[in-house]
């Protein structure tokens, strides 16, 4: 079952599948019964719009999915979609910008589905500087700026390890979303090779911050090495599929050299 099929019952029966529930689990979650929802999934009953988004609900299916689901079965979509530069999105916009524009002087992004970059504090742009110009038309794709060889992979000072973060993370993703892009976009960046002199892949670190986090290891022009922390947000209860599929990263020091560092680095670049 893939996404290419094409009828309502054949969509949920996939999806269904993906969440790794059995009929009788999402009936019991969408209090229905099994044998109707055995019928919708074979296509011997009509499932009506209201239970269509109930069954999507309980499934965790992505906003853009839902609408290609009430497209199959006939009815309208029930959610917009707007991009980031759109009027109606005027008020989530300044809120990234403030939660960027705060974040400094530490580095934040803001990205869409794909990983595009959409948004990006000073001092993000800030470590950017040197790349190759080709990786940094847009649309700029932030895990290919990353692992790229004329991109950030010469200056990530734990390559490998920051490698499986970024791979196993966007494998998880694209499971999730069943988005072939994603997919596709995470077998380029695992044909890309590893910088010359990149050090042996080091599975577990007990002693770098208690053995529980990953650090982006980012080595500097002058030698020193930014230790940074990851997070991320996202807006909750999106009704937008634009909003849904944003997702801001931003970067914290793992430690006092790094947080002296970037304090440096901001008013350098402010003065």
């Known amino acids: 079952m893939t996404m290419n099929s094409t009828t309502p019952g054949q969509l949920l029966k996939m999806w269904r599948q993906r969440r790794r529930l059995s009929q009788l689990a999402l009936a019991a979650e969408a209090d229905i019964s099994q044998r109707h929802l055995s019928f919708v999934e074979s296509g011997r009953a009509t499932p009506s719009r209201e239970m269509l988004l109930r069954l999507a609900e309980q499934l965790g299916i992505p906003l853009r999915e839902r609408n290609r689901l009430l497209l199959a079965a006939g009815y309208a979509p029930a959610f ?6 759109a009027p109606e999105l005027g008020a989530v916009r300044g809120v990234i910008e403030r939660l960027l524009a705060s974040h400094a002087p530490y580095p934040a992004l803001a990205v869409d589905r794909h990983w595009h970059l959409l948004m990006a504090n000073r001092p993000l742009e800030a470590l950017l500087n040197g790349i190759d110009t ?34 196993e993370r966007l494998a998880r993703q694209a499971e999730t979303t069943a988005d072939p892009a994603l997919a596709s976009l995470g077998e380029e960046l695992k044909g890309y090779p590893a910088p010359a002199g990149a050090r042996p892949h080091l599975a577990s ?3 770098c911050h208690g053995g529980i986090v990953v650090p982006l290891e980012l080595v500097m022009p002058d030698g020193r090495v930014l230790s940074l922390l990851s997070t ?13 599929e944003l997702a801001i990263e931003s970067f914290f ?4 050299d790094t947080q002296g560092a970037l304090q440096q680095l901001a008013a350098a670049s402010s003065g």
């Open 205 to 207: 670190v007990p002693s």
């Open 134 to 167: 080709e990786l940094l038309k847009p649309p700029v794709n932030v895990l290919r700026l990353t692992l790229h060889p004329q991109g950030l992979a010469s200056r990530i000072g734990n390559f490998r390890e920051w490698r499986t973060h970024i791979l």
């Open 253 to 256: 020091p793992a430690d006092a």
């Open 232 to 244: 991320t947000t996202v807006f909750g209860t999106p009704l937008d599929i634009t909003l849904e």
């Open 80 to 85: 917009g979609e707007r991009g980031i530069d």
